[in-house]
Structure formats: structure tokens, C-alpha cells
């Protein structure tokens, strides 16, 4: 039962497979493996491995006929089994090495070996050590696509023994009444949905998965009860309600007897599945455990590129080149962490027949044959090549190199640079010496476009943090200057998409420059950490919104535009005594009306920028993640606030200046100034009655 079963209704195609393949040993093909019981167990409820099982078993079909006669007519067998050893020898040749190279120990793995402890003690912990009463426990294994999450597991799971039950996203959704009543045992009289199906049958798969064990296949043992439940492949309906599947977990997490393991990929632009699928509300209301892979460490890559690439520089000379130690490194650089494309990149490019690759191979022969003449040029060269050379390599099959607004913002505040000498570079006139830095190790431009974010985004990220980064206040003033200048550039709706490049170059660059702590590749040491925090801009900017929209509502008598009205007309209002207002009014003048001339404004509580956040609210990702969308986002807030004001029973709509902020998540700067100065308050309106 489990995956399979629930996957029968709608794939019977992978059932077939499934089958055949278990009865192999019946038809005499006796090179099938059946002993390693838990591993075999996995491969046959994954998705992913069925497919590659269906294609082992594409071969053995063509071969079942002239097996079976093997037992009768033994002097077949010997050109039989040539035959499928030449057969098995191209199998080998052709498929890919990230399968050929599975790792198959934990040694083996390329994870780092404490993430690897970490996943085994929770197993451990929630499975061999489980309370007889314990409910469902829940691990979500999180992390970039390729950094070995699921190879982890299955190492695990088959060195401890344990079996497991993994759901497939059934292929087709067209499930006819009598499906349906063949899952739930009964008629059915609600419309369902596809994706409502889709949905009913993963809850029906949990139930189920909880309640059987699995289908025990010829060869396996028996004693083995432990086991797990695996979902990587989440069903999509989720993604539209994720309330569903919250549902469907906390009825698992109270009657269930077996661990549940989720294993989510993150993307780009953050783990934006992750929060959306598994708020933190949910992850501390069903206890869920949240293990976070990192990319495989380039150390730990080469090692493993290393040993392929030498097993078969040895084994298939005659197919494959022999990459040296600086194309393995470009391939690790270019693949940010992900083995799989790392080791895919690696077949690639060592493949001898492979057209591209020769093209790809004479243009590098001809760039590393150009004599250069003097040292600068040789310098130079030797960084373009490099470059060149990385490009072309991801060009055949390197990783698309994102990275994560935190790195982004850390590559630029901590900019890395290199001593040249005099001779290597021109120097700047006496009179400009101030001016001279290092050669930097970054290309700030390409750093921006590799975060995925606008250019005035991220100006905005850069503007919120450079400050701490800085020791000399003549910097600052510098570096602010140059910020002022990338925000003009910006500053024309029209011209915004073209210019924001540019902005973002002086913004980097200007902050870059102006720090004199970081001028120098000998001085780059002793900052420490410092954590990075969000812009309060999106704070004040939604404030700023409803302010306008609540101007104009209370005061629309004035025709007044709401800038007009917040900085010529409430200030007015606030100094007269009796300003002929009413309660939401006159609350209103007191908060915008005036400014404090006694008091400082306290800072506003500021959100931490995690490692892997996307940096851009979700808000902004609604409206595609693009500061060139702001307008389309205010509106957004204002209609929202539109809403709400509707509702409320006095007609008089009531900016959240008023209320606070209380109704901002937690996770959002708390206007304690405000709040406070509204405590203190000196002011006196008197209200005044018309009647
Ligand atoms: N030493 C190794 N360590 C980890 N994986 C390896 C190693 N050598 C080869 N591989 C292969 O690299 C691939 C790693 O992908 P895996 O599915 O484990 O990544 P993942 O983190 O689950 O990402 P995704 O969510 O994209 O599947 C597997 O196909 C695995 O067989």
C-alpha cells in the first residue's frame, strides 16, 4: 500500500513496472540484486527512481524472451551473457555519471558530515526511540536543489534499516466518479475537483502509508517494522490553500505512528515555498523539526569531481578527456553548490565526441596559446581568460550563479580587493592619492544582477546597513552623497527601468569607494559580523500610504492634494486651539499635525535579514518583485485600507498612525517614537461642538 497504492488509480502504468520488476527473479534473470531490502524499498516507492527503474527495465524487456530459454539451453547462455555485458558495458557508458556515481556510504556523501549527524539523530530519536503514545513527528529537510538532501536520506534510511513510503504526485488528474468511490469506499455525492482529488488522495495516502506497511516483494525480509513516510513531490493544490494540507498534518500529528519527512527545494528568489507551505505558526504549533542543508562546499565538490573525473580518465580513455584541476575548479565555480549539475557539467565537458565540447576545447586552446608581452597584459589576460573560460563553462552546462540577497549585500559592504603593484596598474596624480584603492576582487554590477532584485531595491538594502560598516563620518558623508545621486537617478517613473542599472553601479560603487576602512587588501580583516536588517523604508512607505488616504478622507472639505494637507494645513490646524474637529480629526492632527521639537524620535525596531530571505516583502513578490511596481503596490495598500475603512462603523477612516501599528505583524518595526509622543502629548485640542 502507500504511494504505490495510491498512485494505482491513477498511473497503473508505473504499477506494471513496479511488478515486473519484482517478479525478474521468476523469469531467471538472477543479476538482479533483491537482498539490500531497505534501499530497494526506497527505490521502488520514489518517483524519481521508478523512472530510472523503468528504464533499467527497458533493457532486461528485450531480453526477457532469450532469458528464459537460458535455463533450458545452457549454450545460449554464454552469448547470452556476452551480449548483455557488451549491452550492460554501453548501458554503463551512456548513463549518467550522477547516477553512476551515487554515493553509496555516508562517507561518500559530499553533505557536510554534522548536517548528515543531524538528520541520523533525528531518525534515531523519532523512530528507534519513539514513546508508544508519541504521535507524528514532522521533519522538513530544506536547502538549495542539488546539495544532497534526498541522497542523504536514502543513505540513511538504508543504513539503519528503515522502510520507506514516498508519495508521487498522481499523473493524471481525471478521476472518474467510480476512482474516487474505489478510494473512499463509498459514493461520493460532492463535485470534486481535480485538484481537490489531488488533495483527497494525498491525505488518503498518509492514512494509509500510517496504517500498512508496505507490500512486502519477493526477497524482502519481513522483520523490518520501522519506517517513514518521504514527500517531495508536494502536491500542487497545497500551494493554493496551504491551509489544506495544515489540516491534513495536524490530523496526522495526532494519529499517526510513523515520522512524516518533507524534503523542500529552496529557489532563488528564497524560501518563499517554504514560508508559505510551513509558516512559522504551523512549524511551532505541530513541533516540526527543520533541518537546512547548505551548498556543498566547493572543498567537499572537488573531491568528489575528483574522484569521477580520475576513475574515469582510467576506466574510458579513449571517450572521455581527463580534466584538469583548473577546469574542475571553474566547473565547481560555476555551479553554486549543486552537485548534480557539478557532476552533469563534468560528463559534459570530459565527453570526446561531443561537438560542442570540441568547439568549446579549441577556443580555450586558442585563447591559452595568445602570447602576451608585458606583465600588465599577462595580468589582465590571464583574468579574462579565467572569466571567458567560466563563462563558457556554465554556457555548457553550469548552473544559473543566483545568490542570495544577503551574500549579495555581505560581497559588497565586505568587498574583497588585491595589492598590485605600481607597475601592474597606473597611479592616480598626487593631488588624487586620497582616491587610490586596491583593485577590487568584485564586479559590484554583477553581484546586483545575481540577487535577482532591482537595481533601486537593492540601493535600498545597501542604504539601510552601509552605515554600521563605516568608521569615519567623512565617509558616510560620502557615501551618502552617492546614494542621494543613484536615488536621482531612479527618481523618473520613465526612465526608471533603464537607469535603475545605473543607479544601483553608483550606489555600489560609491559605497564601496567611500568606506576608506576597506580601501586597502591588508586592512580587510577585524569587522566581525554584523547582522543585516531590512529598509524601514517599506514600513514608512506604507505608513506614509495610509496617512495620505486617511488626509484625504477626514479632510476632503479642503480639496486639498494629501501632501498639502499633511504639511500645510494639519500643521496650521494643530496650533489653533479650537479647530472645529471632530474625535478621528483631531486624533488625526495630533499624530501627523505636528513635529516633535522636544523630543527624538526613538528608532524603529528593525527586522533581521536572514541568510536565505528573498529580501523583497510579500507584498512586492505579488506584484513581481519589482520596485518599478511600487505604484501598482501602493495602490494595492490602498485599496486594502479602502476595504477596511469601509467597514468601520463611523465612517471615518483611521490611518494605523493612529492605532500604532498594532495591526502590523510582529515581524514589521513597531512605531514605539510615535507612541510614545502621543503618551507625552502637550498638546490640548478642545473638541468643539457645532450643534
Ligand atoms: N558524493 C555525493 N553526494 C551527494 N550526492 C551525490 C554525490 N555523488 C553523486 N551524487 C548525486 O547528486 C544528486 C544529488 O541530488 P539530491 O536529489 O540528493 O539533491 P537534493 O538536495 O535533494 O535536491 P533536489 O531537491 O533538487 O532533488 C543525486 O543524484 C546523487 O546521486
Given at each position: 500500500?502507500?504511494?504505490?497504492?495510491?498512485?494505482?488509480?491513477?498511473?497503473?502504468?508505473?504499477?506494471?513496472?513496479?511488478?515486473?520488476?519484482?517478479?525478474?527473479?521468476?523469469?531467471?534473470?538472477?543479476?538482479?540484486?533483491?537482498?539490500?531490502?531497505?534501499?530497494?524499498?526506497?527505490?521502488?516507492?520514489?518517483?524519481?527512481?521508478?523512472?530510472?527503474?523503468?528504464?533499467?527495465?527497458?533493457?532486461?524487456?528485450?531480453?526477457?524472451?532469450?532469458?528464459?530459454?537460458?535455463?533450458?539451453?545452457?549454450?545460449?547462455?554464454?552469448?547470452?551473457?556476452?551480449?548483455?555485458?557488451?549491452?550492460?558495458?554501453?548501458?554503463?557508458?551512456?548513463?549518467?555519471?550522477?547516477?553512476?556515481?551515487?554515493?553509496?556510504?555516508?562517507?561518500?556523501?559530499?553533505?557536510?558530515?554534522?548536517k548528515t549527524e543531524e538528520v541520523e539523530a533525528w531518525l534515531k530519536m523519532h523512530i528507534f526511540q519513539r514513546q508508544p503514545k508519541q504521535g507524528g513527528s514532522v521533519l522538513l529537510l530544506t536547502g538549495p536543489p542539488?546539495?544532497?538532501?534526498?541522497?542523504?536520506?536514502?543513505?540513511?534510511?538504508?543504513?539503519?534499516?528503515?522502510?520507506?513510503?514516498?508519495?508521487?504526485?498522481?499523473?493524471?488528474?481525471?478521476?472518474?466518479?467510480?476512482?474516487?468511490?474505489?478510494?473512499?469506499?463509498?459514493?461520493?455525492?460532492?463535485?470534486?475537483?481535480?485538484?481537490?482529488?489531488?488533495?483527497?488522495?494525498?491525505?488518503?495516502?498518509?492514512?494509509?502509508?500510517?496504517?500498512?506497511?508496505?507490500?512486502?516483494?519477493?526477497?524482502?525480509?519481513?522483520?523490518?517494522?520501522?519506517?517513514?513516510?518521504?514527500?517531495?513531490?508536494?502536491?500542487?493544490?497545497?500551494?493554493?490553500?496551504?491551509?489544506?494540507?495544515?489540516?491534513?498534518?495536524?490530523?496526522?500529528?495526532?494519529?499517526?505512528?510513523?515520522?512524516?519527512?518533507?524534503?523542500?527545494?529552496?529557489?532563488?528568489?528564497?524560501?518563499?515555498?517554504?514560508?508559505?507551505?510551513?509558516?512559522?505558526?504551523?512549524?511551532?504549533?505541530?513541533?516540526?523539526?527543520?533541518?537546512?542543508?547548505?551548498?556543498?562546499?566547493?572543498?567537499?565538490?572537488?573531491?568528489?569531481?575528483?574522484?569521477?573525473?580520475?576513475?574515469?580518465?582510467?576506466?574510458?580513455?579513449?571517450?572521455?578527456?581527463?580534466?584538469?584541476?583548473?577546469?574542475?575548479?571553474?566547473?565547481?565555480?560555476?555551479?553554486?553548490?549543486?552537485?548534480?549539475?557539478?557532476?552533469?557539467?563534468?560528463?559534459?565537458?570530459?565527453?570526446?565526441?561531443?561537438?560542442?565540447?570540441?568547439?568549446?576545447?579549441?577556443?580555450?586552446?586558442?585563447?591559452?596559446?595568445?602570447?602576451?608581452?608585458?606583465?600588465?597584459?599577462?595580468?589582465?589576460?590571464?583574468?579574462?581568460?579565467?572569466?571567458?573560460?567560466?563563462?563558457?563553462?556554465?554556457?555548457?552546462?553550469?548552473?544559473?550563479?543566483?545568490?542570495?540577497?544577503?551574500?549579495?549585500?555581505?560581497?559588497?559592504?565586505?568587498?574583497?580587493?588585491?595589492?598590485?603593484?605600481?607597475?601592474?596598474?597606473?597611479?592616480?596624480?598626487?593631488?588624487?592619492?586620497?582616491?587610490?584603492?586596491?583593485?577590487?576582487?568584485?564586479?559590484?554590477?554583477?553581484?546586483?544582477?545575481?540577487?535577482?532584485?532591482?537595481?533601486?531595491?537593492?540601493?535600498?538594502?545597501?542604504?539601510?546597513?552601509?552605515?554600521?560598516?563605516?568608521?569615519?563620518?567623512?565617509?558616510?558623508?560620502?557615501?551618502?552623497?552617492?546614494?542621494?545621486?543613484?536615488?536621482?537617478?531612479?527618481?523618473?517613473?520613465?526612465?526608471?527601468?533603464?537607469?535603475?542599472?545605473?543607479?544601483?553601479?553608483?550606489?555600489?560603487?560609491?559605497?564601496?569607494?567611500?568606506?576608506?576602512?576597506?580601501?586597502?587588501?591588508?586592512?580587510?580583516?577585524?569587522?566581525?559580523?554584523?547582522?543585516?536588517?531590512?529598509?524601514?523604508?517599506?514600513?514608512?512607505?506604507?505608513?506614509?500610504?495610509?496617512?495620505?488616504?486617511?488626509?484625504?478622507?477626514?479632510?476632503?472639505?479642503?480639496?486639498?492634494?494629501?501632501?498639502?494637507?499633511?504639511?500645510?494645513?494639519?500643521?496650521?490646524?494643530?496650533?489653533?486651539?479650537?479647530?472645529?474637529?471632530?474625535?478621528?480629526?483631531?486624533?488625526?492632527?495630533?499624530?501627523?499635525?505636528?513635529?516633535?521639537?522636544?523630543?527624538?524620535?526613538?528608532?524603529?525596531?528593525?527586522?533581521?535579514?536572514?541568510?536565505?530571505?528573498?529580501?523583497?516583502?510579500?507584498?512586492?513578490?505579488?506584484?513581481?518583485?519589482?520596485?518599478?511596481?511600487?505604484?501598482?503596490?501602493?495602490?494595492?495598500?490602498?485599496?486594502?485600507?479602502?476595504?477596511?475603512?469601509?467597514?468601520?462603523?463611523?465612517?471615518?477612516?483611521?490611518?494605523?498612525?493612529?492605532?500604532?501599528?498594532?495591526?502590523?505583524?510582529?515581524?514589521?518595526?513597531?512605531?514605539?517614537?510615535?507612541?510614545?509622543?502621543?503618551?507625552?502629548?502637550?498638546?490640548?485640542?478642545?473638541?468643539?461642538?457645532?450643534?
Amino acid at each position: 500500500m502507500s504511494g504505490s497504492s495510491a498512485g494505482r488509480q491513477a498511473a497503473p502504468a508505473e504499477v506494471t513496472g513496479w511488478l515486473a520488476h519484482s517478479f525478474d527473479d521468476f523469469f531467471g534473470n538472477t543479476n538482479t540484486s533483491s537482498s539490500t531490502v531497505p534501499m530497494n524499498a526506497l527505490e521502488g516507492s520514489t518517483g524519481r527512481n521508478q523512472h530510472q527503474k523503468k528504464k533499467d527495465l527497458s533493457l532486461p524487456a528485450s531480453s526477457k524472451n532469450k532469458v528464459l530459454p537460458r535455463k533450458r539451453a545452457k549454450s545460449s547462455s554464454v552469448d547470452l551473457s556476452c551480449s548483455r555485458s557488451r549491452q550492460n558495458q554501453s548501458q554503463s557508458q551512456d548513463e549518467p555519471w550522477v547516477d553512476k556515481y551515487k554515493p553509496e556510504t555516508q562517507n561518500d556523501l559530499a553533505v557536510h558530515k554534522k548536517k548528515t549527524e543531524e538528520v541520523e539523530a533525528w531518525l534515531k530519536m523519532h523512530i528507534f526511540q519513539r514513546q508508544p503514545k508519541q504521535g507524528g513527528s514532522v521533519l522538513l529537510l530544506t536547502g538549495p536543489p542539488g546539495c544532497g538532501k534526498t541522497a542523504t536520506i536514502q543513505i540513511l534510511v538504508k543504513d539503519l534499516g528503515i522502510q520507506v513510503q514516498e508519495w508521487t504526485n498522481p499523473i493524471s488528474l481525471d478521476f472518474t466518479k467510480e476512482d474516487l468511490k474505489s478510494v473512499f469506499g463509498h459514493d461520493s455525492n460532492f463535485h470534486t475537483f481535480p485538484s481537490q482529488a489531488q488533495a483527497a488522495l494525498f491525505q488518503d495516502f498518509l492514512l494509509r502509508a500510517n496504517k500498512y506497511n508496505k507490500l512486502q516483494m519477493l526477497g524482502e525480509s519481513s522483520e523490518n517494522d520501522k519506517k517513514l513516510i518521504l514527500i517531495e513531490d508536494i502536491p500542487n493544490q497545497f500551494y493554493r490553500d496551504p491551509n489544506s494540507l495544515h489540516e491534513i498534518l495536524r490530523r496526522f500529528v495526532r494519529t499517526s505512528r510513523c515520522p512524516l519527512i518533507f524534503i523542500i527545494s529552496d529557489n532563488f528568489s528564497g524560501d518563499s515555498n517554504q514560508r508559505l507551505l510551513f509558516p512559522k505558526e504551523i512549524l511551532e504549533e505541530l513541533c516540526i523539526s527543520n533541518i537546512s542543508f547548505k551548498p556543498v562546499a566547493p572543498t567537499n565538490m572537488m573531491r568528489v569531481l575528483n574522484r569521477i573525473a580520475t576513475i574515469e580518465a582510467t576506466m574510458n580513455r579513449e571517450k572521455n578527456y581527463a580534466p584538469d584541476r583548473t577546469s574542475l575548479e571553474s566547473i565547481c565555480r560555476g555551479c553554486s553548490g549543486d552537485i548534480r549539475s557539478a557532476i552533469n557539467s563534468l560528463q559534459f565537458s570530459s565527453v570526446k565526441d561531443c561537438s560542442l565540447e570540441d568547439n568549446f576545447r579549441s577556443s580555450k586552446k586558442g585563447s591559452s596559446t595568445l602570447k602576451c608581452e608585458t606583465v600588465v597584459s599577462k595580468t589582465r589576460k590571464k583574468k579574462k581568460s579565467d572569466t571567458l573560460e567560466n563563462q563558457e563553462i556554465q554556457a555548457i552546462g553550469g548552473k544559473d550563479a543566483s545568490i542570495f540577497l544577503f551574500h549579495a549585500l555581505g560581497k559588497i559592504i565586505y568587498c574583497k580587493r588585491e595589492p598590485l603593484s605600481e607597475s601592474e596598474f597606473p597611479q592616480l596624480p598626487s593631488h588624487l592619492s586620497e582616491y587610490h584603492r586596491d583593485t577590487l576582487l568584485i564586479q559590484p554590477e554583477e553581484i546586483v544582477e545575481k540577487s535577482h532584485m532591482s537595481g533601486s531595491m537593492f540601493n535600498l538594502y545597501l542604504h539601510q546597513n552601509y552605515v554600521e560598516f563605516f568608521a569615519n563620518i567623512d565617509d558616510v558623508v560620502r557615501a551618502s552623497e552617492y546614494l542621494s545621486t543613484a536615488d536621482v537617478l531612479c527618481s523618473n517613473w520613465n526612465s526608471r527601468p533603464v537607469m535603475e542599472k545605473y543607479s544601483a553601479s553608483v550606489a555600489t560603487r560609491g559605497v564601496i569607494h567611500s568606506n576608506t576602512t576597506r580601501a586597502f587588501a591588508q586592512c580587510q580583516g577585524g569587522m566581525g559580523f554584523r547582522p543585516l536588517h531590512k529598509p524601514q523604508w517599506f514600513f514608512i512607505n506604507k505608513k506614509y500610504q495610509e496617512n495620505c488616504l486617511a488626509a484625504k478622507s477626514l479632510f476632503s472639505s479642503f480639496s486639498l492634494p494629501p501632501e498639502c494637507l499633511q504639511t500645510e494645513l494639519l500643521p496650521y490646524l494643530a496650533m489653533l486651539t479650537n479647530p472645529m474637529r471632530n474625535q478621528a480629526q483631531i486624533a488625526f492632527i495630533q499624530d501627523v499635525g505636528r513635529l516633535p521639537l522636544k523630543r527624538h524620535f526613538g528608532r524603529l525596531k528593525l527586522e533581521t535579514l536572514t541568510d536565505k530571505d528573498s529580501g523583497i516583502p510579500d507584498l512586492f513578490v505579488n506584484y513581481e518583485g519589482d520596485l518599478a511596481d511600487v505604484n501598482a503596490m501602493e495602490t494595492a495598500v490602498q485599496m486594502e485600507k479602502n476595504k477596511t475603512n469601509k467597514n468601520e462603523s463611523d465612517g471615518f477612516p483611521l490611518s494605523s498612525s493612529q492605532c500604532s501599528g498594532n495591526e502590523l505583524p510582529c515581524s514589521q518595526p513597531q512605531p514605539i517614537a510615535a507612541q510614545a509622543i502621543m503618551e507625552e502629548d502637550e498638546l490640548k485640542i478642545e473638541e468643539y461642538d457645532t450643534d
